[in-house]
T-cell receptor, first 114, second 112 residues
Framework: KNQVEQSPQSLIILEGKNCTLQ??????????LRWYKQDTGRGPVSLTI?????NTKSNGRYTATLDADTKQSSLHITASQLSDSASYIC?????????????FGAGTQVVVTP | DAGVTQSPTHLIKTRGQQVTLRCSPK?????VSWYQQALGQGPQFIFQ???????QRGNFPDRFSGHQFPNYSSELNVNALLLGDSALYLC???????????FGPGTRLTVL
């Protein structure tokens, strides 16, 4: 069973609008959570990384939140732009994991329309 | 700095054939990891190379093998290709001891 579940699987939003993506994880003991943006046919690019003690982290128009108690994270995109169209992947890491054991979610496909 | 580069960009093979994918890490990075990403899925870890040795391996069969060269570049070899091997193959590099990895653009492999 995948230890990182993302929702929704996909969404379509109008340019200029906001949206929120969800990530639920079960990895334990939890170390950190990352959000990546992956353009179609390209490699993932890191957006944010949060440890269990951090509640929020911003990167421009992207704001990630983390609730380590409920094991939930969200990624909020403000004032969406056409260039935000991409897959957004949540990655959870256990304390004892090295990179190879990271748990990747399946991603949320975001389409921003004019 | 060229970042992580991969070649070829696209590749089409038939079942039973063998394929070699190549990766050049970001300058200063000595650790290279390979991932398989099926359509609509997150990346799945294949293996990681450091100091020309396979350091970790994911849940992939022995048909998947790799190599790292003294200049830290790496190859991924897949033998006896199956239709299910069709995917985007990603290479990621990092300096040793650092968690953050930088991904290449990937190689799209199609097996017919």
């Amino acid at each position: 069973k995948n230890q990182v579940e993302q929702s929704p699987q996909s969404l379509i939003i109008l340019e200029g609008k906001n949206c929120t993506l969800q990530c639920n994880y079960t990895v334990s003991p939890f170390s950190n959570l990352r959000w990546y943006k992956q353009d179609t046919g390209r490699g993932p690019v890191s957006l944010t990384i949060m440890t269990f003690s951090e509640n929020t982290k911003s990167n421009g128009r992207y704001t990630a939140t983390l609730d380590a108690d409920t094991k939930q994270s969200s990624l909020h995109i403000t004032a969406s732009q056409l260039s935000d169209s991409a897959s957004y992947i949540c990655v959870a890491q256990r304390e004892t994991d090295s990179w190879g054991k990271f748990q990747f979610g399946a991603g949320t496909q975001v389409v921003v329309t004019p | 700095d060229a970042g992580v580069t991969q070649s070829p960009t696209h590749l089409i093979k038939t079942r039973g054939q063998q394929v070699t994918l190549r990766c050049s890490p970001k300058s200063g990075h000595d650790t290279v990891s390979w991932y398989q990403q099926a359509l609509g899925q997150g990346p799945q870890f294949i293996f990681q190379y450091y100091e020309e040795e396979e350091r970790q391996r994911g849940n992939f069969p022995d048909r998947f093998s790799g190599h790292q060269f003294p200049n830290y570049s790496s190859e991924l070899n897949v033998n006896a290709l199956l239709l299910g091997d069709s995917a985007l193959y990603l290479c990621a590099s990092s300096p040793s001891g650092v968690d953050e990895q930088f991904f290449g653009p990937g190689t799209r492999l199609t097996v017919l």
